[in-house]
C-alpha cells in the first residue's frame, strides 16, 4: 500500500513521491533554498521531462552531465540552482547504482536500527545530518519505515505532533505551520547572531 502524500502539493507529483522512493529521495535532495513544494515537485518534472513515469537511477547516473543540467534548467527550472542541482542528483544516483545497485529502497528496507539508518542516509551525496534527520524522520512518520529507535535518530524532527520539517507535512494546513516553525528560527537565528556582533564589537570597543 503506497502512502497518501501531500509534500508536492500537486496530485501527480505527490502520487510519484507515494510510490518512488527514489523521487521521495531526490525530493530531499532538492529541498533547500527554494519552497519544499517547489523542491518536492522536482521528481516529477525530471520524470515527465525525460519522458517516464518515473526515476531510473541507472539512467539518471549514464546522462550526459551538459544535457541532464539543460534538461533541469528548461523553464520551469526544477530549482533555483538548476545546474549544481542536476550534478547533485547525478551524483545521488552514481552512489545508489554503486553501492546498492540503482534501488534507493535499499537504503532503508533492511536497517536494523534507526542508529543505522541514519548512518546510511548521511552517507549519501548532498546529505548532511539535519537532511538525512529530516528524511528519516519523513520515513518514520509517512512510510512506515520504523526500525528500532528511529524517533531517537531523528533527533527534534522525529518528535510526535511536531512542525518542524517536511516530515510533518500531510496538507496545506501543516505546511502553514512547518513554515511558521521555519520563520521562526530563522529569526532567533538572526537575533543571536545581531546579539553576538554587538557583544563582539562592545568587548572589542572597551579592550
Known sequence: MTPEIHLAQQPDADELLGRSPLAALVGMLLDQQVPMEWA????????????????????IAAQDPESFAALLSEKPAVHRYPGSMAQRIQQLCRFLVDEYGGEAAAVWRDAASGKELLARLEALPGFGKQKAQIFLA??????????????????????KNSYRSAADITGPESLTKVRAHKQEMKAAAKAAKTAKSAKSAKANGSS
Do not use: N
Open 138 to 159: 519523513l520515513l518514520g512518520k509517512q512510510y512506515g519505515v520504523t526500525p528500532k529507535g528511529w524517533r531517537e535518530a531523528a533527533g527534534a524532527y522525529g518528535e
Open 40 to 59: 518536492f515537485s522536482g521528481p516529477y518534472t525530471i520524470a515527465t521531462r525525460m519522458g517516464h513515469d518515473d526515476l531510473d537511477a541507472q539512467e
